[in-house]
């Protein structure tokens, strides 16, 4: 504190009293939001995701827990600084300007700052903390922080997602990959198209009877021609004699077999016929 005036003692106790008020309640929101932001996860099902898939690994298994309260200071230190508390506003209109008077020239000795400094004294010393501090924020906050606790409680006891739930996800998981693995499988090779309007490509060769023979392909009606100039012969025709034309009986199937095999056939096709 600045100077030797005595009204800087009950000055310096409220505004320690201010501090610790502040102080107080940036803790209570820090831990609603915290377990606010964990109720939200319970719901989610982060927590019973986290302890089903990494149950030995106590740190990542937290890991919900750990992100809910880093989350939550971080989001009250943003309020804090939004607040700027300030004692004197909380004085009175008259006692506040003489109060913020006095301390910014505490470093000044005078009559007038001295009568001022008497007078500061005796109407802060009359002052309670209590009287000027707002202890409903403080109560707000404890009892919705005492209801988000229970909250937290039932929710994290009622299991709303079952870890069996995650038992049929992977088992979904598994297949799908397997599903997928093996259509890749199944996929045929990928060929390259040419794009480059090349249609020899590179020249190569082929294997004949274990014999290499380079191949060349020329342009053409097929594969392997070669388009050339022919000139137009006439060819001359000559004309048949005009023929009888008689049919001819075809020879039987029967006939056609070997003879020593033709009777038991006959045979058969009988036997066939009567039980038909």
Same mark, same amino acid.
């Given at each position: 504190?600045?100077?030797?005036?005595?009204?800087?003692?009950?000055?310096?106790?409220?505004?320690?009293?201010?501090?610790?008020?502040?102080?107080?309640?940036?803790?209570?929101?820090?831990?609603?939001?915290?377990?606010?932001?964990?109720?939200?996860?319970?719901?989610?099902?982060?927590?019973?995701?986290?302890?089903?898939?990494?149950?030995?690994?106590?740190?990542?298994?937290?890991?919900?827990?750990?992100?809910?309260?880093?989350?939550?200071?971080?989001?009250?230190?943003?309020?804090? $600084?939004?607040?700027?508390?300030?004692?004197?506003?909380?004085?009175?209109?008259?006692?506040?300007?003489?109060?913020?008077?006095?301390?910014?020239?505490?470093?000044?000795?005078?009559?007038? $700052?001295?009568?001022?400094?008497?007078?500061?004294?005796?109407?802060?010393?009359?002052?309670?903390?209590?009287?000027?501090?707002?202890?409903?924020?403080?109560?707000?906050?404890?009892?919705?922080?005492?209801?988000?606790?229970?909250?937290?409680?039932?929710?994290?006891?009622?299991?709303?997602?079952?870890?069996? *739930?995650?038992?049929?996800?992977?088992?979904?998981?598994?297949?799908?990959?397997?599903?997928?693995?093996?259509?890749?499988?199944?996929?045929?090779?990928?060929?390259?198209?040419?794009?480059?309007?090349?249609?020899?490509?590179?020249?190569?060769?082929?294997?004949?009877?274990?014999?290499?023979? *380079?191949? $060349?392909?020329?342009?053409?009606?097929?594969?392997?021609?070669?388009?050339?100039?022919?000139?137009?012969?006439?060819?001359?025709?000559?004309?048949?004699?005009?023929?009888?034309?008689?049919?001819?009986?075809?020879?039987?199937?029967?006939?056609?077999?070997?003879?020593?095999?033709?009777?038991?056939?006959?045979?058969?096709?009988?036997?066939?016929?009567?039980?038909?």
């Amino acid at each position: 504190m600045k100077g030797p005036y005595e009204f800087l003692q009950p000055l310096k106790r409220l505004m320690d009293a201010k501090q610790r008020h502040e102080r107080n309640v940036v803790l209570l929101n820090a831990a609603l939001l915290s377990i606010a932001i964990y109720c939200l996860a319970l719901v989610i099902g982060v927590p019973a995701f986290m302890n089903f898939y990494y149950k030995d690994s106590l740190l990542i298994a937290r890991s919900p827990a750990i992100l809910s309260i880093i989350l939550g200071l971080a989001a009250a230190r943003l309020i804090k $600084m939004r607040r700027r508390p300030d004692i004197f506003n909380l004085l009175g209109e008259k006692l506040s300007e003489k109060a913020r008077t006095g301390y910014d020239n505490s470093d000044l000795e005078s009559l007038p $700052m001295q009568s001022l400094a008497q007078e500061l004294k005796v109407s802060l010393n009359s002052i309670k903390p209590n009287t000027i501090l707002d202890s409903r924020e403080i109560n707000s906050r404890a009892l919705f922080l005492i209801i988000l606790l229970g909250a937290a409680t039932i929710l994290s006891k009622s299991e709303i997602i079952n870890p069996s *739930d995650f038992q049929a996800l992977t088992e979904i998981r598994d297949k799908a990959l397997s599903a997928f693995e093996d259509k890749a499988e199944e996929q045929p090779p990928s060929y390259e198209i040419n794009l480059t309007g090349n249609i020899f490509g590179r020249p190569s060769l082929a294997v004949l009877n274990e014999n290499k023979m *380079d191949i $060349m392909l020329y342009p053409g009606m097929g594969a392997g021609s070669l388009a050339t100039n022919t000139d137009p012969i006439e060819r001359a025709f000559q004309k048949s004699q005009v023929g009888e034309v008689t049919a001819v009986p075809s020879e039987l199937y029967i006939e056609s077999l070997p003879p020593e095999n033709r009777d038991i056939i006959k045979r058969y096709f009988l036997i066939l016929s009567e039980n038909g």
